[in-house]
Structures are given as structure tokens and as C-alpha cells.
């Protein structure tokens, strides 16, 4: 069965900060999609990358890069000099389809202070 | 075309009253997907359509619980004789499943709280 695991509830940095979310999964597909979002207080989810299970390659997009690696099944996010406007709920997933349903990990909350 | 709308953002109801909400995602995308939120928790799957057909079903969704999407546009989800349990977020997304890729945009979602 899918399961995507995010072992930290919470998250407290002070600003400027780099500060990395960890994200494991299982799936028994070898073909499959992991997703991070970003759920701000407004409560929208807003996606943040997309990445296949052929993709190994590390990513990086300004402040943030994703680390994502087949062997330990992980897919982590870190924020590089953190922001306060980076303060939200970050929540990691899989799919094993294109297209077919999402399965979350619990979240992450992180709290930037300035 | 602005993104997936729902409707309404938040719904107060007592205990035993039939819900239902609307969901118009964005014109183009097959495929549109519910998802309940509760507190602290990630989103959870409930069902999911392309065009007009459901192609799935979670286990978390009930005989209470009924979704459609009769023209292949907008959906509805109707919770009957809601129990307290029922209260969250109920999100919609819409995805274009094609050759090229795809990806999933969520609405802002309606917040039901069973009173």
C-alpha cells in the first residue's frame, strides 16, 4: 500500500535559517510521482514541484531544492535563508498514476520568526 | 479562467442536515478530485472523475456521502444527515491528464463545520 510518512509535526527557525522538511514514502509501483505543496494560512493548496520516479536528478528553484532519493525512498525540501513568508504548512505526496489521486503526508508546519 | 472554484467557502449546519457543495474547475482539465481536510491532518482522498465517469471511490466516503459530475464540468458532493464527524475541509482539484504531463490545482475549499 502507498503511504508518505513527514516525521516533523513542527518546525521553528528564525529567519535566515536554512531548514530542510523530510519526506518518506512507500509505494510498490516503480512508476510514480512525488509532489510537494505549500498550504499558507489562506488554507489553498499551492504546488511547489513535481518530480517522477525515473527522475533522480536534484532540483533546485531559487531558495528552494529538492533532494530526491530512490534508495532510502525520500523525497526531501529544504528552504535555503528562510522568510518569514515561507511560514506555512508544507505537505508532501504521492500518486502512482498520472493523473490518479494523491496520497498526503501528515504536513509539516514551519514557523519562520523574524 | 481564474482557477477551481468552490462554493460556498464556509458552511455552518446542524447536525442531520443534507450539505452540498459545488466545485467548477478550470474549463480544460478531465479530471476533478475531492479531498476532505481535517485539523492537523494532510488531505485525504475521497473520489475522483474523468469527464463524467467516477473512477474511484475511497473507502472514507459513506452511502452519506454522494459526488457527481453530470456534464463532465462542474461536480457536486452532497453529505446526508451530517454527523459531527463530517466537519473539515473539503477541497477540489482539476488536473489535465495528458502525453505531456500533468498536475493538479487546487480550489481554496469550503469549510463545513456539524454543529
Known amino acids: 500500500a502507498q503511504k508518505v510518512t513527514q516525521a516533523q509535526t513542527e518546525i521553528s527557525v528564525v529567519e535566515k535559517e536554512d531548514v530542510t522538511l523530510d519526506c518518506v514514502y512507500e509505494t510498490r509501483d516503480t512508476t510514480y510521482y512525488l509532489f510537494w505543496y505549500k498550504q499558507p494560512p489562506s488554507g489553498e493548496l499551492v504546488f511547489l514541484i513535481r518530480?517522477?520516479?525515473?527522475?533522480?536528478q536534484n532540483e533546485i528553484s531559487g531558495r528552494y531544492s529538492w533532494n530526491f532519493q530512490k534508495s532510502t525512498s525520500s523525497f526531501n525540501f529544504t528552504i535555503t535563508a528562510s522568510q518569514v513568508v515561507d511560514s506555512a504548512v508544507y505537505f508532501c505526496a504521492l500518486s502512482e498514476a498520472r493523473g490518479g489521486k494523491l496520497i498526503f503526508g501528515q504536513g509539516t508546519e514551519l514557523s519562520v520568526k523574524p | 479562467d481564474t482557477g477551481v472554484s468552490q462554493d460556498p467557502r464556509h458552511k455552518i449546519t446542524k447536525r442531520g442536515q443534507n450539505v452540498t457543495f459545488r466545485c467548477d474547475p478550470i474549463?480544460?482539465?478531465?479530471?476533478l478530485y475531492w479531498y476532505r481536510q481535517t485539523l492537523g491532518q494532510g488531505p485525504e482522498f475521497l473520489t475522483y472523475f474523468q469527464n463524467e465517469a467516477q473512477l474511484e471511490k475511497s473507502r472514507l466516503l459513506s452511502d452519506r456521502f454522494s459526488a457527481e459530475r453530470p456534464k463532465g464540468s462542474f461536480s457536486t458532493l452532497e453529505i446526508q444527515r451530517t454527523e459531527q464527524g463530517d466537519s473539515a475541509m473539503y477541497l477540489c482539484?482539476?488536473?489535465?491528464?495528458?502525453?505531456?504531463?500533468?498536475?493538479?490545482?487546487f480550489g481554496s475549499g469550503t469549510r463545513l463545520t456539524v454543529v
Open positions: 474549463s480544460e482539465h478531465n479530471r
Open positions: 482539484a482539476s488536473s489535465l491528464v495528458s502525453s505531456s504531463g500533468h498536475g493538479y490545482t
Open positions: 518530480r517522477n520516479s525515473f527522475d533522480e
